[in-house]
């Protein structure tokens, strides 16, 4: 079964500063991933999709990497603002049902 | 706009009662699915459906229950046997779960048993 973990659950940083957020999964046999990101009491907001012949894509500040041989994705944000202050969850689709699983996330604070 | 609209936000339920949280879709997908979000855990899959009139278990179904009459919508009933129904739920949609499609969001019902 799909295990997916974020690595770390909480991250403080200050306004400006880039940084990495980790997603590794055991199952390489992905189809695709998903990363978003969650406001408090809020649904899940789609920021990027890597499908599996992809090695990465950008959005804005935004740059998500996939690496399936060593089970890992990466969300790269750049010169962090405090409105990127979220919680960041990362998704894979894998196995023969499509279904997807989800990591628990990381809360992010951007503090000014 | 196209989207997923999920109602009520908030919900209480006294014990005992069977509570039914909507969902409703306008982006022409096939698969709908609901999942629970509790504080510090990930969000664990409740039903999924892929098609209309055909829906399967997921992770956690036990004392839940769907239908999927009608492909922009897919209600769930959390019933009385669902032992700690408190929690948040999440409504989502892809084009078609066959060919792994971006998922997207509604913005959540909190139930809350008092």
């Known amino acids: 079964k799909q295990e997916v973990t974020q690595i770390p659950a909480a991250l403080s940083v200050p306004e400006g500063e880039n940084l990495v957020l980790n997603c590794s999964f055991t199952d390489s046999a992905i189809y695709n991933l998903q990363w978003f990101r969650q406001d408090p009491g809020k649904g899940l907001t789609s920021l990027l999709l890597?499908?599996?012949?992809?090695r990465e894509q950008t959005s804005g500040r935004l740059n998500a990497s996939l690496d399936k041989s060593s089970g890992r994705s990466t969300l790269y944000i750049a010169a962090s603002q405090p409105g990127d202050s979220a919680t960041y969850l990362c998704?894979?689709?894998?196995?023969?049902?499509?279904?997807?699983?989800f990591g628990r996330g990381t809360s992010l604070i951007v503090h000014p | 706009d196209g989207g997923i609209t999920q109602s009520p936000k908030y919900l209480f339920r006294k014990e005992g009662q069977n509570v039914t949280l909507s969902c409703e879709q306008n982006?022409?997908?096939?698969?709908m699915y609901w999942y629970r979000q509790d504080p510090g855990q990930g969000l664990r899959l409740i039903y999924y459906s892929q098609i209309v009139n055909d829906f399967q278990k997921g992770d956690i179904a036990e004392g839940y229950s769907v239908s999927r009459e009608k492909k922009e919508s897919f209600p769930l009933t959390v019933t009385s046997a669902q032992k700690n129904p408190t929690a948040f739920y999440l409504c989502?949609?892809?084009?078609?779960?066959?060919?792994?499609?971006?998922?997207?969001f509604g913005e959540g019902s909190r139930l809350t048993v008092l």
């Open positions: 890597i499908q599996s012949s992809q």
């Open positions: 982006l022409n997908h096939d698969a």
């Open positions: 989502a949609s892809s084009i078609d779960s066959g060919m792994a499609g971006e998922l997207f």
């Open positions: 998704a894979l689709s894998s196995g023969g049902s499509y279904i997807p699983t």
